[in-house]
């Protein structure tokens, strides 16, 4: 068995095409055009690692259709491990409606005239899942969004027990998107379920405020029983963590934005290619700490110089390029 066979991490979820306006500062019903990027969040953060050096696999399902075929075509083209990839006879590929500002910032405009169950990633088979992708693995990645569909949450609640058999760590990116689902009172007490599994855990600065009331990565932290690490980032502004029992913020590298999206992502595909490189050991020790979130967020910085989550994303060498003119 060749190496590739054996990802070191998992991401788990949503892969799908961001349909992004062309026209600036327009509201949905006046863009004129759109461009397609292939994104979401588990698939984003895969690429971001085969692009570092890191071996990643992605499991999620995508239609049977055009745009499926295009997605999993990309996923082969990085080298992420596309084994656990299903595919729906019906239920199409999901696209996303995102509209931006003129600095970049966006904001997503819906799934244009379906309803968000109605497409191919909420309904990833449980019973369908690869275990031998989790016999090797160190890390599985996850998020909240497919907890508002049934059989994909039954699915993510199957890897995570498999994450709990192999002695995967699980690190979950929230990633709130109220558009995800049919009824936003269900994602709460779901999202809280997963704070059991979690070892590593991201979130948005807004996130974690309306978890927590705070976005003290060390406040909430306190409030898990046990977690290893939490990140809070805060777009721009600094990166708040507790990595084991070191704290400290970080504050993002100034680079010039073209496109915001997908660069959470990016930097949390940074923070766990360092966590397989130096060990999750070295969280204790405050310098690398400190090293390891100013990477990730040179990771996510680097992200959003150029359009499009994925094709944006930088290797290895332009990350240390990077760091070493900053």
Known sequence: MTNRSYPRVICLGEILF??????LNRPVEQVE??????????????CALVKLGTSAAFIGCVGKDEPGDELVELLETVGVDITGIQRH????????????TETGDRQFAGFGKRQPDEFADAYLQAEAL??????????????TLELAYPQTRTAVFRA??????????????VNWRPMFWSDESEALPLIKQLWQYTDFVKFASEEAEWLFGTTDAGAIA???????????????????????????????FKVKVEDTTGAGDAFLAGFIHQLCQRGIGSLSNPDIAREIVTYACAVGGLTTTKSGAIAAQPTAAEVEAFLKQH
């Open 222 to 252: 306190g409030r898990f029983n046990s977690v290893e690490g939490v990140l809070v980032s805060n777009g721009d502004a600094y990166v708040s963590y507790c990595l084991s029992n070191s704290e400290g913020k970080v504050t993002p």
């Open 89 to 100: 006879p019906s239920a199409p590929t999901r696209q996303i409606y995102v509209v931006r």
């Open 130 to 143: 690869p275990t031998e992708l989790f016999l090797k693995a160190e890390f599985l990645v996850i998020g």
């Open 160 to 173: 995570l027990e498999l994450a709990e058999q192999y002695d995967l760590k699980v690190v979950l990116d």
């Open 18 to 23: 961001d349909c992004l306006a062309d026209q």
């Open 33 to 46: 055009s759109w461009t397609a990027y292939p994104g979401g969040a588990p698939a984003n953060v895969a």
